[in-house]
């Protein structure tokens, strides 16, 4: 297989051209014969076009590539390696929504032939590659697991927004059904990945090994934003304390903050699921997870009590609030915390104008309804910058002053203005 990989007599076949998806495509493609394969035909149309639909990558990463973009079957058939990158969410009960990778096997299942192989990146909770995907191809394929066909997992580990830290320069942990499997999915793997691969003993390791790095970013996230409840009650400022703190050698440096995006605030989910399935309770993740998914709220309650302080009349004022997607300098808006801020406001009646130089103001109006302004106002109560996009990095007090009222309250939810207000209200987690 590796030899027909590296000669181009076999192809390597993406399923799922997200963030994740696109960029192993691309880093591939610079070696090796690859086809990326998605179900929505604009983004595949946009890709064709060298433009990537998530705003991760310019077009000269798609320049020296040897790639066929496609929405077919027929071509995903000419593939004998393939890779599912497709992204696993969770529904509205917090409960593992397993559609699209069931759908993604199913595609598979369809162009799967004798001695092919698959891989799985997609993060699950451990065992779903095999009690869930691996019946789907058996079934769609009309072929037998080990003997016609292999199965890895590979869990991904790209940060959205990250440059540094890209497909090629990151260890990549790889496992497979049997040792023939993981020897060859390594060595595949190794075309791309500088760092060279980290082999487990199984594939229920490799996915568990996934699912608690986000999870144990997770937990001490919440311990931070926990603690910041507490030190505000105190009187006292989080980021000072963690600056002081962080000054021993052992201390962990997570600070508070939102936690949404699809990764830190989806995958401890598809733990404590398992969890569930198997007779234990969770308590320390669901915890966290609790505290995590409710700081939203706490933001905006922490905000219109200050305006209330300010003798205002909380259900005719105005809010700014700046940055919508879930991270800094990314356009991504699933599962943004933002949305927790925006709700909770209006619940007060608040009036609340949103700005961000990434997103786009059409999905905000689809995903949580409702949209961007063009350009801030002035006088608003209270500026919330929730986001710490780089542009908003370098913005100082004089800034703020042109868009708040008398007695207005800057909110800086992760501690980059710190120091920088002096006359103004100022508060932060």
Not at 337 to 353: C, H, M, P, Q, T
Request: charged share 25%; aromatic share 8%.
């Amino acid at each position: 297989m590796i030899k027909k990989i590296l000669n181009k007599e076999a192809k390597i076949a993406l399923i799922g051209l997200g963030y994740v998806g696109l960029p192993i495509a691309l880093a591939f493609a610079k070696k090796v014969k690859v086809i990326g394969f998605d179900i929505n035909e604009e983004r595949v149309k946009m890709m064709q076009n060298k433009l990537d639909p998530s705003q991760e990558l310019d077009s000269k990463e798609f320049e020296g590539c040897d790639i066929e973009f496609t929405t077919s079957i027929d071509v995903l058939r000419q593939a004998n390696f393939f890779i599912v990158a497709v992204p696993t969410p969770i529904d509205e009960h917090n409960l593992p929504d397993l559609k699209p990778l069931l759908g993604a096997s199913l595609s598979v299942g369809k162009a799967l032939k004798k001695g092919d192989y698959v891989v799985y990146e997609s993060t699950v909770y451990p065992g779903c590659t095999e009690e869930d995907c691996i019946p789907v191809l058996e079934t769609e394929s009309g072929l037998k697991f080990k003997t016609d066909f292999k199965v890895g997992y590979s869990p991904e580990r790209i940060n959205p927004g990250d440059k540094e830290h890209t497909i090629t320069k990151i260890l990549k942990v790889v496992s497979g059904c049997d040792e023939e499997s993981l020897d060859v999915i390594a060595e595949t793997y190794k075309i791309i990945v500088e760092p060279g691969v980290h082999k487990a003993p199984s594939i229920k390791v490799a996915e568990a090994a996934k699912i608690i790095e986000n999870t144990q970013r997770d937990v001490n996230i919440s311990l931070m934003n926990e603690l910041s409840i507490i030190f505000s009650r105190i009187g006292i400022n989080t980021f000072d304390v963690l600056e002081a703190a962080g000054t021993k050698w052992n201390f962990l440096k997570f600070s508070p903050g939102l936690v949404g995006g699809h990764c830190i605030g989806v995958d401890p989910y598809y733990l404590t699921y398992k969890a569930e399935a198997l007779g234990y309770h969770s308590r320390v993740i669901n915890s966290g997870r609790y505290v995590n998914d409710s700081m939203g709220f706490y933001v905006a309650k922490q905000t219109v009590k200050n305006i209330i302080a300010a003798k205002k009349n909380i259900s005719q004022s105005r809010v700014l609030v700046m940055g919508a997607t879930f991270k800094e300098n990314v356009s991504d808006i699933r599962n943004s915390k933002v949305a927790d801020v925006i709700n909770e406001f209006e619940s007060f009646g608040v009036k609340v104008d949103l700005i961000d130089p990434y997103a786009s103001s059409d999905e905000l109006k689809h995903e949580y309804g409702f949209g961007l302004v063009e350009k801030p106002g002035t006088g608003y109560d209270a500026v919330v910058v929730c986001v710490n996009h780089k542009e908003y990095l370098d913005l100082n007090e004089e800034y703020y002053k042109t868009l708040l009222s008398d007695g207005g309250i800057v909110v800086d939810v992760k501690g980059i203005l710190r120091g920088k207000i002096k006359n103004l209200t100022y508060w932060s987690l």
